[in-house]
Each structure stands twice: as structure tokens, then as C-alpha cells.
């Protein structure tokens, strides 16, 4: 099992908080590239369809999203056949 589908597997789980770090990596692996904006904002831009965006605030002071953000992220990439 890769790393990605280690990632992927935890995410799909019934989990409270994900590291930033680790989602960072998985959305890197499916394609998507970081780019920082003003302040803690971040983009997630797919490399294949510049409209495949995933807008996220860096989590500060810890590193872990959570909540509203994570179930976001975890519906998106359900929705595009991300995380079958």
C-alpha cells in the first residue's frame, strides 16, 4: 500500500482531524499544486483543469484542519472521484 492510499484510507475514516502536511502530500499525488495567497490562504489548483480549485486557510497555531474544513475537503474529493 503507498503512502497516497494510506493517506486516502484515512482520510475516508471516520477521523476528526487530518494533518495539513499529509493533506498537502495527498492533494500533491492527485495533481493538485499549492499556491499561497494573502495571509493564511491557500489554493489547491489541479494541473489538468485550472477550474479544479480547493480553497483552504493554513491551520495556525496547530497543523491540523478540522471540522467544516475537513468534511469540505473530504466531500470535494469524494465528488471528483478522489477518494473511492
Known sequence: MTKSDKLKTKLKGDI???VFDDLVTL???LGY???ERAGSRVVFIHQDDDS???HLHKPHPENTIKGGA???VKTYLLEKGHLT
Open 70 to 72: 475537513l468534511k469540505a
Open 52 to 54: 479544479d480549485r480547493i
Open 33 to 35: 499544486q499549492m499556491h
Open 16 to 18: 476528526k482531524t487530518f
Open 27 to 29: 492533494l500533491s499525488q
